[in-house]
C-alpha cells in the first residue's frame, strides 16, 4: 500500500473508529476472541527459552489471540530471546477461547505480561490489571490515536497494534472466466446479477459462486459477528454510536436478508447442511471452487500466492446509494501491559513492545501478518485488501465502521442468532426469518438488560 493511500485510510479511521466503547468484548474481555481471528491455533505455543544466560532482566509473556499470527510471534519472539536474552513467551488461544483462558492465566504467578483488551467492555473488567500507557514509550511511537481506550478516569488501558478491515472477497479472474468483470459489480443487484448467474452455471464453469458459509462454531463469526456488521453501521444513521443502544429498530434486517441469503442460497455447501460445518471455506476459495468468500484482511498472506488477483468489495446489500459504500475498517487488536507483575517485566515487557514496532526485521514479520501496525516507524503495509479499503477511502466512499463491537453479552446473544439463523437455514419460511429478526433485534435488548440491569 503507497503511504499516500495509507495516510488517507488512517486519517478517515481516526474519525470512524471511535466505535472501540462497547457494552461487551468479542475478545479479551469476559467472552470469545474476535470473530475475525477465531482460526484454530496453538492452544500454548512453547516459550522461547533464554541463550545468553541469566543476565537479562525480567520476562515477556504474550497471550495471543490472533491464530492465524502464532507462527509469526513465535519467530519474533525467538529472535528477540536471541538479541537481548530477555525469555519471551508466546501463548496462543485455541478458537473461542481467549476469554477463558484470560481469566485463568492471569490467576497464575507468572502471569501475561502483555493482554489485549479491545473495548469498553474490556476497559471496564481489566482495568485494575493494565497499567497506564500515558506517555510511555510504546504509546509514544503511535502514528494515530484513534485505537486507544481509555478508562473513565483517563488511563490509557490498551493501545492498538493493528488495523483491519473486512467484506466480500472476489477471484477476480474466475469473476472474468465467467464472463463478468469487476467493474460491473456496483452495489446489491449488479453482485447479485453475477453471483446467481455463477451459481447457476457452476457445473459447466467448474467452479460456483461463493465459498461454504458454515454455521458452526469454526465459521459461523464470518456472519453473526462480521456481516450483522451492515445492520447496526447503517441502523446509526451516520451517527456513530459511542456507546452500546439499549435497543435495535432492526430497520435494515431485510438489507442483511438479502446478502445473507444471497450468500447461502449461491455457494458450494446446500443451506441444509451449514449447521453442522466441515467444510473449509479458505482452501475452497484457494483451489479455486468458488468466486466469492466472506473474509478479513487478515486472510491477505493466506490467499495472495493462490488468488493473486483477489480483491475485497464492500457489503452491498441493497441500501440507497451503496455504490459509496466501503469496507468494514477498524480494530480490536489492542495492546494492554498487565500492571500486576513486577516492575521488571513490565520494563522487559515495554522494550519488547517498542522493538517490535521499531526493528525493521521484527516489524516487517509482524506487518506481513498483521496488515498494518499503526506505528510511526513500523514497515509498510503489503496487504493488498488493505489497499483496496484505503482505494475506497481516497475515491470518496464512506468507511463502515465496526459497530458490531457493541454486540451485548455477545457469546449469548451470537449463540442464539446463530441458532436462529441454523433454522432459516434448514427451513427458509417467513415464520423462521421472523426468529432470526427476533434474535437479532430482541435478543440486543435482552442481552443489554442482562448487562446492564
Known sequence: MSKKLFALA???SMVMTMLLAGCTSQQAQTSNPPAENSKSGSEASQPVENNNGG???GRVYWLNFKPESDGALLEVAKMYTEETGVPVKIVTAASGTYSQQLNAEMGKSEAPTIFVVGNSAGVRDWTDYALDLTGTPIANELNTDAYNLYDENGKLVSIGYCYECYGIIVNADLVQKAGHSMD????FDTLKTVVEDIHARAGELGFDAFTSC???GSSNWRFVGHMANLEYYYEQEGETWTECPPT???KYMDNFKNLYDLCINNSLTDPKDLSVGGHDAAEEFKAGKAAFTVQGSWEFSNYKDSVPNAAMIP???GVAGEEKAGLNCGTENCWAINSKVSAEDQQATMDFMVWCVTDPEASRILVDSFGIMP???SAESTNGFLANAAEYTANGCYVMNWATNFQPNVDEYRAALTSALNAYNADQSEANWENVRVAFVD?????YNAVNG
Open 55 to 57: 543476565d537479562a532482566k
Open 10 to 12: 488512517l486519517s478517515l
Open 214 to 216: 458454515d454455521m458452526d
Open 375 to 377: 506505528y510511526k516507524n
Open 443 to 447: 435478543g440486543w435488548a435482552a442481552q
Open 184 to 187: 460491473e459489480i456496483k452495489n
Open 248 to 250: 435495535l429498530t432492526g
Open 315 to 317: 457489503y452491498y446489500c
